[in-house]
């Protein structure tokens, strides 16, 4: 899913880039970097040169900087739409692994919270609550594959949400969410193979 995703992100950006860059003034500053890059090597022996080879060089850059932020405010918000929804796939880890996870809940202060779950999903912590955000959380571990009901009562306050050991989260109520590590660090991988593509379609379809 990462590499498909990956590759996705990589195409946007690469026709975000063929249809919104100024191709002609990109290659003269590219050029004129590259003069600049020379000249330094030529006139490495004379400070003043070296100096306006520098301030050239620097010019060039932002100028090329410059080029590139149209396709990429067009590229962003659709890159942007890929990524939050390959994170509801991969960045959490499901219960089955054995990892602990977070429960919290968002219940009233003055009352005694109590946790209501699935036979094969337990508590391993006592309940620790954050009085300044009404939140009370538990730190649950699943003890087997299985899906159903959790609950969290707290005097007249009675919270439900669904819960699937196998894919994390599928439905919660508004007050209760769950807290889980990454999964894998899929962020950089996904952006590394979207670079990757848009650089080598940029390669050899100029």
Partial sequence: MIPLCGALAGAILFLAFRKFTHAAATRTWKRRRQAYVLS????????????????????????LLL????????????????????????ARTPLTDGRAAVLTARVPA?????LETPAWLRSDSPPVRVPSANEVSWRVRAAA????????????THLEAAIDSTRGVRSWNSAIR???????????????IAATVAWALLRFFP
């Avoid at 490495?44 to 100028?63: M, V, Y």
């Avoid at 080029?67 to 390959?86: R, T």
């Avoid at 003055?110 to 109590?114: K, S």
């Avoid at 594959?145 to 007249?156: E, L």
């Fill in 40 to 63: 330094l090597y030529l006139f490495g022996d004379e400070p003043a040169q070296s100096l306006r080879a520098f301030g050239r060089i620097a010019r060039a850059n932002a100028a």
């Fill in 67 to 90: 080029h590139a932020l149209p396709p990429l405010i067009v590229a962003a918000p659709l890159v942007a739409a890929i990524a939050f929804w390959l994170n509801g796939w991969v």
């Fill in 110 to 114: 003055n009352c005694d919270p109590r």
């Fill in 145 to 156: 594959p299985g899906a159903g009901t959790v609950g969290i009562a707290c005097g007249a």
């Fill in 178 to 192: 769950l807290s889980q590590l990454p999964a894998e660090p899929w962020l950089g991988w996904f952006s590394v």
